[in-house]
C-alpha cells in the first residue's frame, strides 16, 4: 500500500481546476441502467472508485467507452438489460454501490445488491433505501447477505418520507428518486435531501426524459413515464475536494487561484473560513449558481478559532469536517467541532494528536485548541476525508510525515500529489512493492 512523505512548511502558490464530483459522479452512472440508450458523461474523476462503479456496471451488462485518455467523456450503455446481481465482491469495495439499486430495479423489475456492511465513519445503515423502495411497490426481502428488490409488475407512485434520525439520506434520495421516474403515476419525496448532487442527478434524469420537480428543495415531485432515452451532460464540480484544496492553502498561508469552483454550493464552508480570517473571493463578473473562479488568501497569518457543526446540505458538509479540523489545530485559541451526521466519523483526531494537535474529544464533539505548529509524525491514513485531513496538516507541520495506506485518499482525489507539487507542496508517493500491495476492502 502506498504511503505519501510530505516535508512540510511550503506554503502552497498558484492555480488548480477544480475536478468534477466524484458522489454527484456515482449515481449518474449508476442512471444508465434505466435505458438502453448512450448516457454519455463529460467531466467524470479519474478515481478508483469510478474505476470500480465501472466494473459494477460491466457486470451487470452496461458496456463502457474506453476512457483512457485525460478529459476524454465516458459514455455509458446498456447492451445486455438481464443481469441482476451486484456482488459481494464489488460492493465490498465501495459503498456507494448501492446506488445501483434503485435504477436496476426500476429498469429491470428485479434487483439483488450485497448489503455493504460495516464502514470506517460508522454505522451506515440502508433502511430508508429500503423504506422508500418498499413504498414503490417493491417486495424486498434479505437472501445470503443480499438485499433482494422485486417489482415483476413495475413500480408505483407513492409519497414517500426519507428522514431518519441524522437527517435524510443522499444516496438514499439518489435512489428512489432514479426508481421513480419510471414508477407508474405521482411519487412526492417528503424530506429528500437537497445536496448539489441530488440536483446534479435530476439534471441528467430529466435530460433523459424524466419529469422531475423540487430538486435541491426538501419536497421532490416525480411524475413517472414509461421510458427514458439517452443523454448528454457534465458532472458538476467537486465541492468537497473545492473545499480541502482551501483548506490546505489557508494552512499554509499560501495563496491560490481556483478554478470551476462550485462557490453557491459551498457558502456553508466559506462562512466558517471567513470566520477564521480566509478569504475566498470569486473573480468579476461571477453568474449566480454557476461555477468560477476563486482567490483564496488568508487575512493574516492568525487563524481565528470557530465552531463547525455538521449538518444537512446547505449547512456545513460531513464531508469536510476532518480537513477543518486540522485547519483550526493551527488558530489562535479554542474551537469546537461537532459532527451531527456521522457521530463516529473521529478517526483523524488520534493521528493529529501523534502530530501535536490538542484535541478533546467527548461524543460527538471536539475541542480542538490550537496550537503554533503541528510536527511531522508517521501517521496512517483511515477513510477517504481523515486521509484529507492528514495531508493538509502535514503540508503546514514541521518536518517530515509520513502518511500510510494512502489509497484512501485515490478514491476520493485525482492524481493529489502531483497537483499540490504544482502548487509548491514537497511530496513525495512512495510505492509499497508489489508482493506486499494486497488492496483492502474500502467502504466508506
Ligand atoms: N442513514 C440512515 N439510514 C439510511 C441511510 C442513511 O439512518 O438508510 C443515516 C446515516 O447513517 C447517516 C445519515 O443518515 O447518519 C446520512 O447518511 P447518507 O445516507 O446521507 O450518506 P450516503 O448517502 O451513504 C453520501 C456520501 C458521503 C457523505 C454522506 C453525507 C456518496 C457516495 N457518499 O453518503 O460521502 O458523507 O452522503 O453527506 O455520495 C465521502 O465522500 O467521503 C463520503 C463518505
Same mark, same amino acid.
Given at each position: 500500500?502506498?504511503?505519501?512523505?510530505?516535508?512540510?512548511?511550503?506554503?502552497? /502558490?498558484?492555480?488548480?481546476?477544480?475536478?468534477?464530483?466524484?458522489?454527484?459522479?456515482?449515481?449518474?452512472?449508476?442512471?444508465?441502467?434505466?435505458?438502453?440508450?448512450?448516457?454519455?458523461?463529460?467531466?467524470?474523476?479519474?478515481?478508483?472508485?469510478?474505476?470500480?462503479?465501472?466494473?459494477?456496471?460491466?457486470?451487470?451488462?452496461?458496456?463502457?467507452?474506453?476512457?483512457?485518455?485525460?478529459?476524454?467523456?465516458?459514455?455509458?450503455?446498456? %447492451?445486455?438489460?438481464?443481469?441482476?446481481?451486484?456482488?459481494?465482491?464489488?460492493? /465490498?469495495?465501495?459503498?456507494?454501490?448501492?446506488?445501483?439499486?434503485?435504477?436496476?430495479?426500476?429498469?429491470?423489475?428485479?434487483?439483488?445488491?450485497?448489503?455493504?456492511?460495516?464502514?470506517?465513519?460508522?454505522?451506515?445503515?440502508?433502511?430508508?433505501?429500503?423504506?422508500?423502495?418498499?413504498?414503490?411497490?417493491?417486495?424486498?426481502?434479505?437472501?445470503?447477505?443480499?438485499?433482494?428488490?422485486?417489482?415483476?409488475?413495475?413500480? !408505483?407512485?407513492?409519497?414517500?418520507?426519507?428522514?431518519?434520525?441524522?437527517?435524510?439520506?443522499?444516496?438514499? %434520495?439518489?435512489?428512489?428518486?432514479?426508481?421513480?421516474?419510471?414508477?407508474?403515476?405521482?411519487?412526492?419525496?417528503?424530506?429528500?435531501?437537497?445536496?448539489?448532487?441530488?440536483?446534479?442527478?435530476?439534471?441528467?434524469?430529466?435530460?433523459?426524459?424524466?419529469?422531475?420537480?423540487?430538486?435541491?428543495?426538501?419536497?421532490? %415531485?416525480?411524475?413517472?413515464?414509461?421510458?427514458?432515452?439517452?443523454?448528454?451532460?457534465?458532472?458538476?464540480?467537486? !465541492?468537497?475536494?473545492?473545499?480541502?484544496?482551501?483548506?490546505?492553502?489557508?494552512?499554509?498561508?499560501?495563496?491560490?487561484?481556483?478554478?470551476?469552483?462550485?462557490?453557491?454550493?459551498?457558502?456553508?464552508?466559506?462562512?466558517?473560513?471567513?470566520?477564521?480570517?480566509?478569504?475566498?473571493?470569486?473573480? /468579476?463578473?461571477?453568474?449566480?449558481? !454557476?461555477?468560477?473562479?476563486?482567490?483564496?488568501?488568508?487575512?493574516?497569518?492568525?487563524?481565528?478559532?470557530?465552531?463547525? %457543526?455538521?449538518?444537512?446540505?446547505?449547512?456545513?458538509?460531513?464531508?469536510?469536517?476532518?480537513?477543518?479540523?486540522?485547519?483550526?489545530?493551527?488558530?489562535? &485559541?479554542?474551537?469546537?467541532?461537532?459532527? /451531527?451526521?456521522?457521530?463516529?466519523?473521529?478517526?483523524?483526531?488520534?493521528?493529529?494528536?501523534?502530530? &501535536?494537535?490538542?484535541?478533546?474529544?467527548?461524543?460527538?464533539?471536539?475541542?480542538?485548541?490550537?496550537?503554533?505548529?503541528?510536527?511531522?509524525?508517521?501517521?496512517?491514513?483511515?477513510?477517504?476525508?481523515?486521509?484529507?485531513?492528514?495531508?493538509?496538516?502535514?503540508?503546514?507541520?514541521?518536518?517530515?510525515?509520513?502518511?500510510?495506506?494512502?489509497?484512501?485518499?485515490?478514491?476520493?482525489?485525482?492524481?493529489?500529489?502531483?497537483?499540490?507539487?504544482?502548487?509548491?507542496?514537497?511530496?513525495?508517493?512512495?510505492?509499497?512493492?508489489?508482493?506486499?500491495?494486497?488492496?483492502?476492502?474500502?467502504?466508506?
Amino acid at each position: 500500500m502506498d504511503s505519501f512523505l510530505i516535508t512540510g512548511g511550503q506554503r502552497l /502558490k498558484g492555480r488548480l481546476a477544480v475536478s468534477g464530483s466524484k458522489n454527484a459522479a456515482l449515481p449518474l452512472m449508476a442512471a444508465a441502467l434505466l435505458t438502453d440508450q448512450p448516457v454519455t458523461l463529460r467531466n467524470v474523476p479519474r478515481l478508483r472508485d469510478i474505476r470500480n462503479m465501472i466494473g459494477l456496471l460491466g457486470e451487470l451488462g452496461v458496456e463502457a467507452s474506453p476512457w483512457n485518455e485525460p478529459g476524454e467523456p465516458l459514455t455509458l450503455r446498456t %447492451t445486455d438489460p438481464t443481469p441482476v446481481h451486484a456482488r459481494y465482491d464489488i460492493v /465490498k469495495t465501495m459503498r456507494a454501490s448501492i446506488c445501483a439499486l434503485g435504477p436496476m430495479l426500476a429498469g429491470r423489475g428485479h434487483a439483488r445488491l450485497a448489503l455493504p456492511g460495516g464502514c470506517a465513519i460508522g454505522p451506515r445503515p440502508v433502511d430508508l433505501h429500503l423504506r422508500g423502495l418498499r413504498a414503490l411497490g417493491a417486495r424486498i426481502t434479505l437472501n445470503a447477505g443480499d438485499v433482494v428488490a422485486e417489482a415483476p409488475d413495475g413500480l !408505483r407512485g407513492a409519497t414517500i418520507f426519507l428522514g431518519g434520525p441524522f437527517g435524510s439520506t443522499v444516496l438514499g %434520495t439518489a435512489n428512489i428518486l432514479s426508481a421513480a421516474v419510471l414508477a407508474r403515476g405521482e411519487t412526492i419525496i417528503e424530506s429528500a435531501a437537497c445536496e448539489p448532487e441530488i440536483v446534479d442527478l435530476a439534471r441528467l434524469l430529466t435530460a433523459m426524459g424524466a419529469h422531475i420537480e423540487g430538486a435541491g428543495s426538501p419536497r421532490i %415531485t416525480i411524475h413517472g413515464v414509461d421510458s427514458l432515452h439517452g443523454a448528454d451532460h457534465t458532472v458538476m464540480p467537486d !465541492r468537497i475536494e473545492a473545499a480541502t484544496y482551501i483548506m490546505a492553502a489557508a494552512a499554509t498561508n499560501g495563496s491560490l487561484t481556483l478554478d470551476n469552483c462550485p462557490y453557491d454550493d459551498l457558502l456553508a464552508v466559506l462562512d466558517r473560513l471567513d470566520e477564521i480570517g480566509v478569504a475566498v473571493t470569486p473573480h /468579476k463578473g461571477r453568474a449566480p449558481q !454557476r461555477p468560477c473562479t476563486v482567490d483564496v488568501e488568508c487575512r493574516s497569518r492568525r487563524l481565528a478559532p470557530v465552531q463547525v %457543526t455538521t449538518q444537512p446540505h446547505p449547512g456545513f458538509p460531513t464531508d469536510v469536517q476532518a480537513q477543518i479540523m486540522a485547519l483550526l489545530c493551527l488558530a489562535d &485559541g479554542h474551537s469546537v467541532v461537532t459532527e /451531527k451526521i456521522f457521530p463516529e466519523r473521529f478517526l483523524h483526531v488520534a493521528e493529529l494528536q501523534r502530530m &501535536g494537535a490538542q484535541l478533546f474529544r467527548q461524543g460527538p464533539t471536539v475541542i480542538v485548541s490550537g496550537v503554533p505548529n503541528l510536527v511531522g509524525a508517521p501517521v496512517m491514513a483511515s477513510d477517504l476525508r481523515a486521509s484529507a485531513s492528514l495531508v493538509i496538516a502535514a503540508l503546514a507541520a514541521e518536518g517530515e510525515t509520513r502518511i500510510d495506506r494512502v489509497y484512501h485518499l485515490d478514491r476520493g482525489y485525482e492524481t493529489m500529489e502531483t497537483r499540490l507539487t504544482a502548487l509548491g507542496a514537497h511530496i513525495e508517493r512512495i510505492e509499497a512493492p508489489a508482493t506486499l500491495s494486497h488492496p483492502a476492502p474500502m467502504r466508506e
